[in-house]
Structures are given as C-alpha cells and as structure tokens.
C-alpha cells in the first residue's frame, strides 16, 4: 500500500525520513537506501515523525504501518493535509525484503516494494511481546483534567502533548458532549502561555449582528445601544488561547474577517480606525463535518485551511468502553466530594448496563446520569439498575426496570 501520486527524483540532496519503532527494520532500510539520498534519519514514533517535518527538509517519509503510538492512517491523513510536498510510502515492519535495494526498487514503483515485502520475517522473536512492550514504553498519561485509558484516547494525548507546546492552530472535531472544551483548555494549560488568559467564543450563542462587536469590539457611540465602549474577545485574549467553540456556526460574513484578523495578527474596533496588534493562540472545536460544509459553500475553505493546521479527532463513548466505568467513577466521587457526603459504587448490574447503553450524548450524558443515581441512592451503598435514567430510553435494561421516579 503506498500513498503517493508520483515519484520525486532521487538526487545527492534528497532526504529521507524513516518511521518506525523496529529499530531492526529500520536499519534495514536505511542501509538500502543509503548512497542515494543525501540523508536517511529514523524515529521510532509518528509523534518524532510530525517533529521532524517541521524541518521542512525531508523530500520522503518511509511510514511503518504499525507504530506504537499513532494509528498510521490518521498520521497519514495529517501529514498529507499540512506536509503536501512530502511523498509517504506506507511500509509493514512484519514483512522482510532480505537482499533487496529499496531505492532501487521504490523507484521502480511503489507496488513492486510492497510486493517484494511478501515474506515474513521470523528472526524478530515473539512479535506479540515486541508490539506489546513498545505499546507500553508509548503510553501516556491523560491530559489534564480527563479520564481514559483507551487507545483510542492515547492516540489523543499523544497528538495534543505534542503540538501543546505550540503556537499551531487546533481544531478539534468530536461529536457533542465528548469532552472539546477539555482539550481546548488541556492545550492551554501544557503551553507556554498557561498562565495567561484562555477566552472562550460560543458562536453559536452570539446573536449574528453583534458578532464583529463581541470579536473585535467597539467603541462608545459605535451603533446603537453603544452605551459604552467595550473590549473585543479577541484584544481579551492578547498573550493567551482564544478557544472559537462551535466554530461551524461562525456567520459566513464574519468568517473573511475573522481569517483577516487571524492572518495580520490585528484587529480593529468598530467606530474607530485604531488598529492594535494582537498575539493569541487559536483553538477551534466543532461538531460537525467542516470540510463537507466547504464543499457545499457554507464555510469558507480559506478559514478551514486555517483553522486546521492541525486536527484532532474525538472519539465518541461508544469507541472507548473501556473508559465507561473509571469515568462514572470519577463523576460519582467528585459529586460525593461537592456534598461531603460517602461515595456510592456501581453494582455489578448497574455497570452491564452502563457498558451497553449506546451514550447517544458522550461523556456529558454519562456525567447527567450519574449525577441523577447519586441523588436517587439517597446514601445508599451501590448504584443499581433502578437508579439508572436514560432520558432517550423508555426502560432501562432488559430486565425492565424502570426508573425510581417515573
């Protein structure tokens, strides 16, 4: 499987990078590649590998397949969209190609590589325990203020504690309730302007005719009702984050605005001609497909281009049950600590039916629930299934229980 378009040429000053966590395969292709390139560096993760692009020096990126931290597919999907002159070559470190020329035959095409990758490679040892133990050594604690061990949300600790540090746009994109706020203000907290400002834009509760005002603001007499001059959202956020929550639902009118504002680093003040210079960190999160918003003329492709530098994705409840239980947990002890009141825990049923319920409404539904069976439990031991209540449901489990107060 190979993801390029078309072949660059191979001369004394091209580079290559190489991506994977087998030190042994990557050897492997180095030594091949060797004498054709000017330079041929590996990393061991796709979190060194988006670094190391930043260089802007590199002509090619050999990708393994299997990386410890960062599913291959989406690590392509990102280098493609902000590194599009870099050609990628997917490779599998599972498969061996003992006495061949790589450079020779990736110049050949990509296809004939990956066919002469056919043969397993059983001088590596236990490759379950390998994977396993280079899994662990990439493991990543949570980011500030969030629960979860699963994969899905290592790959997200891992991408965000890599650009957090950053002064790179992020868009955050997840389905409602799944947690985009605590990204946004995790980023903050990790960068180095944490202890400036993190302002918040809900521009979906911003009435269209005061959007410039609120973003830019104004001055005394600007429009009516003017009363007195204010402080735009963004001049508030100099030196911080500036988090655009809903950022699909920008006014189409303000959008070249706001791309102008963004661009020039400046914003201007209704009712005046002053201009003033502004240094903000832009996070943006929406839940809806922005690109298909593009296409069909909604969203402006120049502020998408801009707000996307770097996407991170949020994966629903559903792809993460293993988070399920520790989250609800969490929210039940923190709920205990707010009242000084003991900490109920989950029934074994109680949890059966947490694990299987669809979670239509993410991770703030989980909270939703469980604060309700903390006040149904009325000092209770366990959380059963009668204190359980999901508004979109008509019973509860299978079992048919209904809920305490219906």
């Given at each position: 499987?190979?993801?390029?378009?078309?072949?660059?040429?191979?001369?004394?000053?091209?580079e290559a990078l190489i991506a994977s966590s087998s030190s042994?395969?990557?050897?492997?292709?180095?030594?091949?590649?060797?004498?054709?390139?000017?330079?041929?560096?590996?990393?061991?993760?796709?979190?060194?590998?988006?670094?190391?692009?930043?260089?802007?020096?590199?002509?090619?990126?050999?990708?393994?397949?299997?990386?410890?931290?960062?599913?291959?597919?989406?690590?392509?999907?990102?280098?493609?969209?902000?590194?599009?002159?870099?050609?990628?070559?997917?490779?599998?470190s599972e498969a061996a190609f003992p006495g061949q020329d790589?450079?020779k035959t990736w110049q050949q095409g990509p296809d004939s590589?990956?066919?002469?990758?056919?043969?397993?490679?059983?001088?590596?040892?236990?490759?379950?325990?390998?994977?396993?133990?280079?899994?662990?050594?990439?493991?990543?604690?949570?980011?500030?203020?969030?629960?979860?061990?699963?994969?899905?949300?290592?790959?997200?600790?891992?991408?965000?504690?890599?650009?957090?540090?950053?002064?790179?746009?992020?868009?955050?994109?997840?389905?409602?309730?799944?947690?985009?706020?605590?990204?946004?203000?995790?980023?903050?907290?990790?960068?180095?302007?944490?202890?400036?400002?993190?302002?918040?834009?809900?521009?979906?509760?911003?009435?269209?005719?005061?959007?410039?005002?609120?973003?830019?603001?104004?001055?005394?007499?600007?429009?009516?009702?003017?009363?007195?001059?204010?402080?735009?959202?963004?001049?508030?956020?100099?030196?911080?984050?500036?988090?655009?929550?809903?950022?699909?639902?920008?006014?189409?009118?303000?959008?070249?605005?706001?791309?102008?504002?963004?661009?020039?680093?400046?914003?201007?003040?209704?009712?005046?001609?002053?201009?003033?210079?502004?240094?903000?960190?832009?996070?943006?999160?929406?839940?809806?497909?922005?690109?298909?918003?593009?296409?069909?003329?909604?969203?402006?492709?120049?502020?998408?281009?801009?707000?996307?530098?770097?996407?991170?994705?949020?994966?629903?409840?559903?792809?993460?049950?293993?988070?399920?239980?520790?989250?609800?947990?969490?929210?039940?002890?923190?709920?205990?600590?707010?009242?000084?009141?003991?900490?109920?825990?989950?029934?074994?049923?109680?949890?059966?039916?947490?694990?299987?319920?669809?979670?239509?409404?993410?991770?703030?539904?989980?909270?939703?629930?469980?604060?309700?069976?903390?006040?149904?439990?009325?000092?209770?031991?366990?959380?059963?299934?009668?204190?359980?209540?999901?508004?979109?449901?008509?019973?509860?489990?299978?079992?048919?229980?209904?809920?305490?107060?219906?």
């Open positions: 499987m190979c993801a390029m378009t078309a072949l660059p040429i191979i001369d004394d000053n091209s042994v395969f990557g050897e492997q292709v180095q030594r091949r590649l060797t004498g054709r390139w000017r330079s041929v560096q590996q990393v061991l993760s796709g979190a060194e590998a988006l670094a190391k692009l930043e260089d802007g020096k590199w002509r090619v990126l050999f990708l393994d397949r299997r990386l410890p931290d960062l599913d291959s597919e989406e690590l392509s999907a990102i280098i493609r969209q902000r590194f599009p002159e870099i050609q990628l070559v997917l490779l599998d790589v450079g590589l990956i066919k002469g990758m056919a043969q397993k490679d059983r001088s590596s040892g236990s490759e379950e325990a390998t994977k396993e133990n280079e899994f662990e050594k990439y493991k990543c604690e949570p980011l500030p203020g969030m629960i979860g061990r699963s994969e899905a949300m290592q790959r997200v600790y891992r991408l965000a504690k890599l650009v957090a540090p950053r002064t790179s746009t992020v868009l955050i994109v997840g389905p409602t309730g799944s947690g985009k706020e605590l990204v946004a203000r995790a980023l903050h907290t990790l960068s180095p302007r944490a202890s400036r400002v993190f302002v918040v834009v809900n521009c979906a509760a911003i009435p269209e005719a005061l959007f410039e005002a609120e973003l830019f603001g104004h001055a005394r007499g600007a429009f009516t009702g003017a009363v007195q001059a204010r402080v735009g959202r963004i001049p508030s956020a100099h030196g911080g984050t500036l988090f655009l929550d809903e950022v699909s639902e920008l006014p189409f009118g303000m959008q070249a605005k706001l791309l102008r504002s963004l661009e020039q680093k400046e914003v201007q003040r209704l009712g005046t001609s002053e201009v003033t210079r502004v240094d903000v960190r832009v996070i943006a999160a929406t839940n809806v497909d922005l690109a298909g918003r593009v296409g069909r003329g909604e969203f402006r492709e120049d502020l998408f281009y801009r707000l996307s530098v770097f996407p991170l994705k949020l994966p629903p409840l559903t792809e993460r049950r293993i988070d399920i239980v520790p989250l609800a947990e969490h929210f039940l002890a923190y709920i205990a600590a707010a009242m000084n009141g003991p900490c109920p825990q989950l029934s074994t049923e109680a949890i059966r039916v947490l694990e299987a319920h669809p979670w239509k409404g993410n991770v703030r539904e989980l909270q939703h629930v469980m604060e309700r069976a903390s006040i149904l439990v009325q000092g209770g031991d366990a959380i059963l299934t009668e204190h359980l209540y999901f508004p979109f449901q008509n019973s509860l489990s299978q079992s048919g229980n209904r809920p305490l107060f219906i």
